[in-house]
């Protein structure tokens, strides 16, 4: 496996042939209607939670957060300022850091703590701490809880989390300095539990998401709702001239309760393993992985958006995973192990030794549970002390198709969300919404296994950095906000109107556009109702069904 992929190396730094897809349509600012937020002297728009059903919109940003309209975010409903104290900014900026940018209180987590309330975090001038904001009078109820674990010291270290019933799952670095990354659940009910503060387990790591996989309910396997955090990580498994990225999934299983006297308050079900991005016919591998969106159907699918830092090639990658595929990794893969002075080609080895019982790593499932193992803490040493020892799974995760689904040449893509339309062919359809780091949104969909960027919209003309990306789940307005370091932006996932002839309409591809005969015009279709016979479309590209007098072309 090593060797493999130091190959995959060697020929992608002689050879990076680039990809061409660009968009079919451009929208400028000038000509459509995007919807902005922002408030002066106010920054760092990054942290983005939707509550779709009361159509509110919460923005964390520099010292404040905001609660505004979903539908019309230029609509402000309330806002909650959070400062750090003059006593707080100056004992930071007597440790080094920037008293106007560093020594504030960057919100950075988010999330949804009851019907009523909020659980938000900063990073309070490299003292982080936590609060419960009331939605009702949108207040903070002072509780200045040491966010530490929860939230990361530094605005500009990476961190991702995510609530799962009233639990608070998080990654980012435990320490002022940035040098002990840690995953770790903040429980009102369950136990604290943490990595290992060891290299095997985490090495440096960028996080950008994590999210909660439920296990269907009455599985046969009797298995467990999973936690799964995505990051790039320096690797532990080659050698290399210069310190090797490799992107990784990792999991961890919502009933863990840590060991009774191994891996005490310590996760007993972490796993990780690589994630495989890479084009086999351009030796191009992807190596970096900046963003993740679950699309959480029966089946649910994990879209990642990477990029490379071998030879600086200016090229970004999308790739999907199906979760059958990333659990067959950790279910019935083999592990790596430590390598020995022999084996000094590499650091790491696939394990071939006896594999304790119950397997390590698992969820307590029905297995586990015929052996008379009903908690993690009842688990027998010699299983903890494997998974302790062995938290890398030799096997890697590929992506469906075993090659990405879009590649791009001169962009870094930054952000994902995944959609998924059912067209008028009663085909369902996969359209992503990417975002790059010069504020453009790409939006792109496979048919018939050709892939297209069917539009690119300018979302900021200033050229800013997309930060964050959220869509919307309401059926006939969906919406996707982008955030920056200056505003948010709201745009509907569609500019079917703008789309003045029937050929324009149907050459666009765009599973949201269809003509209307009636209306004589171009409609989305998620607006209508009942008006299949009215209606225009074709994924194809086929114009041909398009009345004569309205198959103008653009």
């Known amino acids: 496996m090593a060797v493999y992929f130091l190959s995959f190396l060697v020929c992608f730094a002689l050879r990076a042939e680039a990809f061409a897809l660009e968009p079919r349509l451009t929208w400028q600012e000038s000509e459509i209607s995007l919807t902005r937020f922002q408030v002066q002297d106010v920054y760092n728009y990054s942290t983005l939670l939707l509550s779709d059903d009361n159509n509110v919109l919460y923005i964390g940003a520099r010292e404040v957060i905001f609660a505004v309209n979903s539908q019309n975010i230029s609509e402000k409903k309330q806002e909650a300022y959070w400062k750090v104290t003059e006593v707080k900014n100056e004992e930071c900026s007597r440790k080094g850091k920037s008293k106007q940018t560093e020594c504030l209180n960057y919100i950075r987590v988010l999330q949804p703590f009851n019907e009523s309330a909020l659980f938000v975090c900063g990073t309070n ?34 961190y991702t989390s995510v609530m799962v019933d009233g639990d608070l799952y998080s990654g980012t670095s435990f320490t002022f300095l940035g040098s002990e990354p ?108 900046n963003d993740v969106f679950i699309l ?82 009842n688990l027998p040493d010699k299983t903890l002390q494997f998974v302790k020892d062995h938290p890398l799974m030799d096997d890697s995760v590929a992506p469906i198709g075993k090659r990405p689904k879009l590649v791009h040449q001169n962009v870094t893509y930054t952000q994902i969300v995944v959609d998924q339309v059912t067209a008028l062919d009663g085909n369902t359809y996969d359209v992503m919404f990417i975002s790059t780091d010069k504020g453009m949104l790409h939006k792109a969909v496979s048919h018939d296994m050709d892939m297209r960027i069917i539009e690119e919209i300018v979302l900021f003309p200033d050229h800013q950095a997309i930060q964050t990306l959220l869509l919307s789940d309401k059926q006939a307005k969906r919406y996707i906000y982008a955030g920056s370091s200056t505003e948010v932006v709201q745009t509907p996932v569609a500019f ?50 398009c009345p004569v007098d309205s198959q103008g072309e653009k």
């Open 125 to 158: 001038a490299f003292q982080p701490v936590c609060d419960i904001l009331e939605l009702n009078s949108f207040k903070l109820a002072g509780k200045n809880e040491d966010g530490r674990g929860r939230c990361p010291f530094d605005p500009a270290q990476s």
């Open 182 to 289: 840690i995953i770790c659940r903040n429980s009102q009910h369950l136990s604290y539990l943490r990595t290992e503060y060891a290299v095997p387990w985490l090495n440096e790591p960028r996080f950008v998401h994590a999210d909660v996989i439920r296990a269907p309910e009455n599985n046969p396997d009797g298995d467990d709702d999973k936690v799964y955090f995505f990051f790039t990580e320096v690797s532990v498994e080659y050698e290399f001239f210069n310190k090797l990225l490799i992107p990784r999934i990792a999991r961890v299983c919502k009933s863990d309760q840590g060991g009774l006297r191994t891996l005490q308050k310590k996760w007993t079900t972490f796993l990780k393993a690589r994630m495989i991005c890479h084009s086999p016919e351009n030796n191009l591998i992807f190596n970096v992985v």
């Open 296 to 377: 959480k159907l029966r089946e649910p699918v994990i879209y990642g958006v990477f990029t490379s830092h071998l030879n600086n090639v200016g090229m970004s990658a999308v790739c999907s995973y199906s979760l059958s595929t990333v659990e067959d990794v950790f279910t019935k893969g083999k592990y790596m192990q430590s390598a020995t002075v022999e084996q000094a080609h590499t650091k790491w080895v696939q394990f071939n030794g006896e594999i304790p019982k119950p397997r390590p790593g698992a969820c307590i499932n029905n297995e586990a549970k015929a052996m008379n193992y009903t908690s993690s803490l």
């Open 496 to 545: 079917c109107e703008k789309l003045a002839s029937c050929a324009e309409c149907i050459l666009t591809r765009d599973p949201y556009c269809a003509w209307h005969k009636g209306k004589n015009s171009c409609v989305n279709i998620l607006a209508e109702s009942n008006t299949d016979r009215l209606l225009i479309q074709s994924l194809n590209g086929d114009s041909s069904h």
